[in-house]
Structures are given as C-alpha cells and as structure tokens.
C-alpha cells in the first residue's frame, strides 16, 4: 500500500533527517514508528503525505509514485488522512463543521450527503453528545477524538498518527488509544509516531525503530520487545 524506498531527506539547513529509509507498510496493518527525539520519526511520516518533500528515493502509495510529474498530489493525500499532536482543529467551528469541513470543501460533497457521515464519525469516536460544542469547550482528549473523526470524514484508505496522545493530560490518554484501537480492529491501514509501548505491543503488526535518520529495526512487537 505505501513503499518508501531508499529515501533521504536533507532540510534547508542541512540537516540529514533520514538515512537511506525503505519500508513497506501493507494494507490493514498497524505499524508504529518508535525512537529518541530527534530521530526522524516525524519527518519520515511526513514525508508519506508529502508535508515534507524527500530529496531522493522514492515513496509509492497504491502503486503511484508520489514524485513523478503526472501524480495528483492533492488526490493522493485525499487518500492519507492525519492527525497530529496539537488536534489543529479550527476554533470558530463547532465539532461537526470541524467534522464536515474537507469533505465540503475539499471533496466538493454536499453537506445532506456529508452530515450524516460526520454523525456516524462522532458516534463511533464517542462524541455525539458534542456536535454543537466548539473546541475550546472540549478536553484535549475530546478535542483529539474530533481531530481523528475529521480525518475519518474523508474516508481515508491510510491514517497517519503523529504522537497523537504526546499533548495529553495521563488521564485523556487512554480514550484517545481506544478510538485507534477499535480503527486498527477495523481494519484501518495506520502509521503511528508513539512514545506509548503498550500501544506499540498491544496493537502493533510491526514495529519501526528510528535512531539518527536510519531505519535500524523493523520487525514484529513480540520480537522486538522480548529479545532485546
Ligand atoms: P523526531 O520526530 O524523531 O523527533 P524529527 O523528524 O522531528 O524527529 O527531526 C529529525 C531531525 O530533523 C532533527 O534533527 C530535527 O532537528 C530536524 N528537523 C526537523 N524539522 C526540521 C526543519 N523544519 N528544519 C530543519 N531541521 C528540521
Ligand atoms: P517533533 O519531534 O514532534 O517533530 P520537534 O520539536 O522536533 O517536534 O519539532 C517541532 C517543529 O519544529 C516541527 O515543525 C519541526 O519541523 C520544526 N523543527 C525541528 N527542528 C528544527 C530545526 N533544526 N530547524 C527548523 N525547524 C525545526
């Protein structure tokens, strides 16, 4: 489903954020990029929606290659949805305009075709006592569950979770990991940048371990975590 091949990343400043990086990340499968601060975790998942560009290699998302001249960038990253650590929700819209925004605008649907798949998002992340509420009405744990239902809404065929529980209070972590839980049980094709191990060992199918730019693990969480 995404082949990343070879890749490398150089930022304008020089800095060499990924080391000749290939995986493969297959339909259906939960895999979870762990790794120090600063190990190109965040770049590399980036990198596979096209926030940031790659300097060579190449990344291929269901058999189109991201870089070549003829890709639809914009209909390729329809297809990848994202969620980030600080929710980047919009204040001034309540959840379910939060909710509805980029299949309207973006996708060009109608809000009677879009309303009632945005409700059945919300219900599914637990919030449909919330549609009306604005964000800064909302706990941060709440606010994240809205930022997963706005990706949902455009019915993505990928996920990708960058440290999604790292802005949370301890105690709003764990619905956060339930709604990805029950996506991953779903059948969810998802990449998750995480600190939270258990995450990584309950739901995980493979386990990427990054350290200064290189790839340097990429194996199942049962191995990974118990022959260290
Ligand atoms: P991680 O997600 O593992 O913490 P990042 O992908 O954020 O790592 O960063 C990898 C490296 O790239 C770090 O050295 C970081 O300082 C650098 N970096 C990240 N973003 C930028 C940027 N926009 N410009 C320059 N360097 C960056
Ligand atoms: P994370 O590990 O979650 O990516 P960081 O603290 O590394 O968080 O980076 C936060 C933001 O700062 C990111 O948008 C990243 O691209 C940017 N950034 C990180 N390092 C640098 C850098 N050396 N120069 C410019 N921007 C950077």
Do not use: W
């Not at 919009?90 to 309303?115: G, I, Y």
């Amino acid at each position: 489903m995404i082949v990343a091949k070879n890749i490398d990343k150089y930022y304008p400043n020089g800095c060499h954020a990924l080391k000749a990086v290939s995986a493969t990340i297959n339909r259906g499968e939960v895999v979870v990029v762990i790794g120090p601060s600063g190990s190109g975790k965040s770049t590399f998942l980036r990198t596979l929606n096209q926030l940031e560009t790659i300097t060579t290699g190449e990344i291929i998302v269901d058999g189109i290659n991201m870089y070549a001249s003829s890709t639809n960038i914009n209909k390729l990253r329809e297809e990848v949805g994202m969620v980030f650590q600080n929710f980047n929700l919009f204040p001034h819209m309540n959840v379910l305009e939060n909710v509805m925004l980029a299949p309207m605008k973006v996708s060009k649907r109608k809000r009677e075709d879009v309303e009632p798949l945005a409700r059945k998002i919300l219900c599914k992340v637990g919030l449909e006592a919330r549609i009306d509420n604005y964000p800064s009405q909302l706990s941060g744990g709440q606010m994240q569950r809205v930022a997963i239902a706005r990706a949902l809404a455009m019915e993505p065929d990928v996920m990708l979770f960058d440290e999604p529980t790292s802005a949370l209070d301890p105690e709003m972590v764990g619905e956060v990991l339930e709604v990805m839980k029950q996506l991953a049980s779903d059948g969810m094709t998802m990449v998750v940048v995480t600190h939270e191990m258990g995450f990584a060992r309950e739901v995980a199918d493979r386990v990427l371990f990054m350290e200064d730019g290189q790839l340097l693990v990429d194996d199942t969480p049962e191995s990974f975590f118990d022959n260290p």
